[in-house]
Protein backbone atom coordinates (compact mmCIF):
# COMPACT_ATOMS: atom_id res chain seq x y z
CA UNK A 1 0.00 0.00 0.00
CA UNK A 2 1.45 3.59 -0.60
CA UNK A 3 1.63 5.97 1.93
CA UNK A 4 -0.97 8.37 0.64
CA UNK A 5 -3.53 7.56 -1.81
CA UNK A 6 -5.83 9.66 -3.66
CA UNK A 7 -8.32 8.94 -6.72
CA UNK A 8 -6.40 11.81 -9.52
CA UNK A 9 -9.67 12.66 -11.14
CA UNK A 10 -10.62 14.61 -12.59
CA UNK A 11 -13.50 15.59 -10.25
CA UNK A 12 -15.91 17.86 -11.81
CA UNK A 13 -18.27 19.64 -9.77
CA UNK A 14 -20.77 22.66 -10.73
CA UNK A 15 -20.45 26.17 -9.30
CA UNK A 16 -22.25 26.29 -5.88
CA UNK A 17 -22.10 22.51 -5.23
CA UNK A 18 -20.00 20.70 -2.76
CA UNK A 19 -17.03 19.30 -3.24
CA UNK A 20 -15.62 15.96 -1.83
CA UNK A 21 -12.33 15.29 -1.74
CA UNK A 22 -10.78 11.58 -0.27
CA UNK A 23 -8.01 10.67 0.51
CA UNK A 24 -6.21 7.21 2.36
CA UNK A 25 -2.83 6.49 4.44
CA UNK A 26 -0.83 3.80 5.33
CA UNK A 27 0.50 3.35 9.51
CA UNK A 28 3.62 5.23 7.58
CA UNK A 29 1.91 8.68 8.30
CA UNK A 30 -0.44 8.52 10.88
CA UNK A 31 -0.54 11.67 13.21
CA UNK A 32 -0.54 14.94 10.99
CA UNK A 33 -2.33 15.57 7.76
CA UNK A 34 -2.70 18.32 5.92
CA UNK A 35 -4.38 19.58 2.48
CA UNK A 36 -2.85 21.97 0.08
CA UNK A 37 -4.19 23.40 -3.07
CA UNK A 38 -1.86 23.57 -6.18
CA UNK A 39 -2.71 25.58 -8.71
CA UNK A 40 -1.33 25.10 -12.23
CA UNK A 41 2.41 26.68 -12.36
CA UNK A 42 2.33 27.60 -9.32
CA UNK A 43 3.50 25.78 -5.61
CA UNK A 44 1.37 24.38 -2.97
CA UNK A 45 -0.28 26.44 -0.51
CA UNK A 46 -1.07 25.00 2.63
CA UNK A 47 -5.44 25.42 3.13
CA UNK A 48 -6.02 22.83 6.34
CA UNK A 49 -4.00 21.08 8.86
CA UNK A 50 -5.90 18.34 10.75
CA UNK A 51 -4.37 16.07 13.70
CA UNK A 52 -7.12 14.36 15.47
CA UNK A 53 -10.25 12.41 14.95
CA UNK A 54 -13.44 14.69 13.77
CA UNK A 55 -13.92 18.15 11.89
CA UNK A 56 -12.26 20.86 11.61
CA UNK A 57 -13.92 23.54 9.52
CA UNK A 58 -12.36 26.52 8.01
CA UNK A 59 -14.40 29.37 5.80
CA UNK A 60 -15.91 26.78 3.54
CA UNK A 61 -13.10 23.89 3.85
CA UNK A 62 -14.07 21.04 6.14
CA UNK A 63 -11.27 18.66 6.93
CA UNK A 64 -12.20 15.16 8.21
CA UNK A 65 -9.88 12.76 9.79
CA UNK A 66 -10.85 9.00 10.66
CA UNK A 67 -7.97 7.19 12.19
CA UNK A 68 -9.93 4.19 12.89
CA UNK A 69 -10.16 3.85 9.20
CA UNK A 70 -7.24 5.66 8.15
CA UNK A 71 -8.75 8.55 5.31
CA UNK A 72 -9.08 11.71 5.96
CA UNK A 73 -11.14 14.04 3.75
CA UNK A 74 -11.68 17.64 2.41
CA UNK A 75 -15.10 19.10 1.75
CA UNK A 76 -15.70 22.19 -0.15
CA UNK A 77 -18.77 23.90 0.30
CA UNK A 78 -19.87 26.15 -1.92
CA UNK A 79 -17.67 25.67 -4.94
CA UNK A 80 -16.29 28.73 -6.82
CA UNK A 81 -14.36 28.52 -10.24
CA UNK A 82 -11.52 29.57 -8.26
CA UNK A 83 -11.26 26.87 -6.46
CA UNK A 84 -10.31 24.93 -9.53
CA UNK A 85 -6.89 23.02 -9.05
CA UNK A 86 -4.97 20.18 -7.58
CA UNK A 87 -5.63 19.38 -4.24
CA UNK A 88 -2.73 17.36 -2.71
CA UNK A 89 -2.66 15.28 0.56
CA UNK A 90 -0.23 14.86 3.10
CA UNK A 91 0.75 13.38 5.87
CA UNK A 92 3.87 12.83 8.51
CA UNK A 93 4.70 10.14 11.07
CA UNK A 94 5.52 12.66 14.35
CA UNK A 95 5.99 16.39 13.89
CA UNK A 96 9.64 16.35 13.36
CA UNK A 97 9.27 13.96 9.95
CA UNK A 98 9.50 13.85 6.42
CA UNK A 99 5.82 15.04 5.15
CA UNK A 100 4.56 12.63 2.55
CA UNK A 101 2.23 13.18 -0.54
CA UNK A 102 -0.17 12.35 -2.32
CA UNK A 103 -0.49 11.80 -6.35
CA UNK A 104 -3.29 14.92 -6.23
CA UNK A 105 -7.03 14.83 -6.89
CA UNK A 106 -7.89 17.51 -9.95
CA UNK A 107 -10.94 19.42 -9.51
CA UNK A 108 -12.57 21.73 -11.85
CA UNK A 109 -15.33 23.69 -10.59
CA UNK A 110 -18.16 24.66 -13.62
CA UNK A 111 -19.81 27.92 -13.54
CA UNK B 1 4.64 32.41 8.60
CA UNK B 2 7.97 31.57 7.23
CA UNK B 3 8.78 33.74 3.55
CA UNK B 4 10.99 31.80 1.14
CA UNK B 5 13.02 33.27 -1.21
CA UNK B 6 14.20 30.94 -4.46
CA UNK B 7 16.16 31.03 -7.54
CA UNK B 8 16.08 30.79 -10.29
CA UNK B 9 12.73 30.47 -10.99
CA UNK B 10 12.89 28.23 -14.52
CA UNK B 11 16.11 27.91 -16.28
CA UNK B 12 16.73 26.07 -19.59
CA UNK B 13 20.31 24.00 -19.10
CA UNK B 14 22.32 21.69 -21.63
CA UNK B 15 22.52 18.07 -21.05
CA UNK B 16 25.65 17.55 -19.08
CA UNK B 17 26.14 20.91 -16.77
CA UNK B 18 24.99 21.57 -13.35
CA UNK B 19 22.65 23.95 -12.06
CA UNK B 20 22.36 25.35 -8.52
CA UNK B 21 19.23 26.78 -6.92
CA UNK B 22 18.82 29.14 -3.90
CA UNK B 23 16.48 28.99 -1.13
CA UNK B 24 16.38 32.11 1.54
CA UNK B 25 14.18 32.18 4.14
CA UNK B 26 13.04 35.13 6.29
CA UNK B 27 13.58 33.39 9.75
CA UNK B 28 15.51 30.70 11.25
CA UNK B 29 14.90 26.77 10.62
CA UNK B 30 16.17 23.55 11.79
CA UNK B 31 15.08 21.36 8.87
CA UNK B 32 14.80 22.56 5.05
CA UNK B 33 13.20 20.41 2.75
CA UNK B 34 13.91 19.97 -0.78
CA UNK B 35 11.23 18.40 -3.43
CA UNK B 36 10.91 17.22 -7.12
CA UNK B 37 7.99 17.92 -8.83
CA UNK B 38 7.95 16.00 -12.66
CA UNK B 39 5.47 17.32 -15.03
CA UNK B 40 2.10 15.75 -13.80
CA UNK B 41 2.97 14.10 -10.57
CA UNK B 42 3.03 15.06 -7.22
CA UNK B 43 6.05 15.88 -5.14
CA UNK B 44 8.72 13.57 -3.88
CA UNK B 45 11.56 14.32 -1.33
CA UNK B 46 14.91 14.42 -2.02
CA UNK B 47 16.35 15.53 0.47
CA UNK B 48 16.46 17.10 4.43
CA UNK B 49 19.17 19.38 5.10
CA UNK B 50 20.12 20.59 8.56
CA UNK B 51 22.11 23.08 9.40
CA UNK B 52 25.70 21.72 10.61
CA UNK B 53 25.27 18.15 9.15
CA UNK B 54 24.68 16.01 6.09
CA UNK B 55 21.47 16.06 4.69
CA UNK B 56 19.42 13.10 4.71
CA UNK B 57 18.80 11.69 1.25
CA UNK B 58 15.71 9.59 0.22
CA UNK B 59 16.09 6.41 -1.89
CA UNK B 60 16.30 6.85 -5.33
CA UNK B 61 18.61 10.09 -4.55
CA UNK B 62 22.29 10.49 -4.09
CA UNK B 63 24.64 13.24 -3.07
CA UNK B 64 26.64 13.08 -6.14
CA UNK B 65 23.58 13.78 -7.84
CA UNK B 66 22.41 16.52 -5.76
CA UNK B 67 24.63 18.25 -3.53
CA UNK B 68 23.34 19.78 -1.25
CA UNK B 69 24.36 23.26 1.01
CA UNK B 70 23.00 24.35 4.30
CA UNK B 71 25.73 27.15 5.70
CA UNK B 72 23.30 28.51 7.95
CA UNK B 73 19.82 28.89 9.91
CA UNK B 74 18.00 30.82 7.04
CA UNK B 75 19.81 29.75 3.82
CA UNK B 76 20.54 25.99 1.46
CA UNK B 77 21.32 25.48 -2.26
CA UNK B 78 20.45 22.56 -4.13
CA UNK B 79 22.41 21.42 -7.01
CA UNK B 80 21.73 19.19 -9.83
CA UNK B 81 24.15 17.90 -11.24
CA UNK B 82 25.50 16.29 -14.72
CA UNK B 83 21.95 16.81 -15.93
CA UNK B 84 20.06 14.87 -18.18
CA UNK B 85 16.65 15.52 -20.08
CA UNK B 86 15.11 13.09 -17.20
CA UNK B 87 16.25 15.71 -14.93
CA UNK B 88 13.40 18.45 -16.13
CA UNK B 89 11.05 19.21 -13.13
CA UNK B 90 9.71 21.83 -11.05
CA UNK B 91 12.25 21.84 -7.65
CA UNK B 92 11.02 23.47 -4.65
CA UNK B 93 12.38 23.75 -1.32
CA UNK B 94 10.22 23.88 2.19
CA UNK B 95 10.52 24.80 5.72
CA UNK B 96 8.09 24.38 8.98
CA UNK B 97 5.25 27.29 8.29
CA UNK B 98 6.21 28.19 12.39
CA UNK B 99 9.74 28.64 11.33
CA UNK B 100 11.46 27.85 14.36
CA UNK B 101 8.79 28.18 16.99
CA UNK B 102 8.30 24.74 17.24
CA UNK B 103 7.46 21.35 15.67
CA UNK B 104 5.79 21.34 12.19
CA UNK B 105 2.81 20.86 13.59
CA UNK B 106 1.99 24.12 11.54
CA UNK B 107 1.74 22.52 8.22
CA UNK B 108 4.86 23.55 5.42
CA UNK B 109 5.48 26.67 3.33
CA UNK B 110 7.12 26.39 -0.26
CA UNK B 111 9.30 28.73 -2.11
CA UNK B 112 8.15 29.36 -5.73
CA UNK B 113 9.83 26.71 -7.30
CA UNK B 114 12.29 26.37 -9.81
CA UNK B 115 11.42 25.15 -13.14
CA UNK B 116 13.77 23.42 -15.21
CA UNK B 117 14.15 22.18 -18.73
CA UNK B 118 17.10 20.45 -19.61
CA UNK B 119 17.91 20.40 -23.75
Known amino acids: QKEVEQNSGPLSVPEGAIASLNCTYS??????FFWYRQYSGKSPELIMS????GDKEDGRFTAQLNKASQYVSLLIRDSQPSDSATYLCAGQKTSYDKVIFGPGTSLSVIP | SAVISQKPSRDICQRGTSLTIQCQVD?????MFWYRQQPGQSLTLIAT?????????ESGFVIDKFPISRPNLTFSTLTVSNMSPEDSSIYLCSVARGGRLGPANYGYTFGSGTRLTVV
Open chain 2, 49 to 57: ANQGSEATY
Open chain 1, 27 to 32: DRVSQS
Open chain 1, 50 to 53: IYSN
Open chain 2, 27 to 31: SQVTM
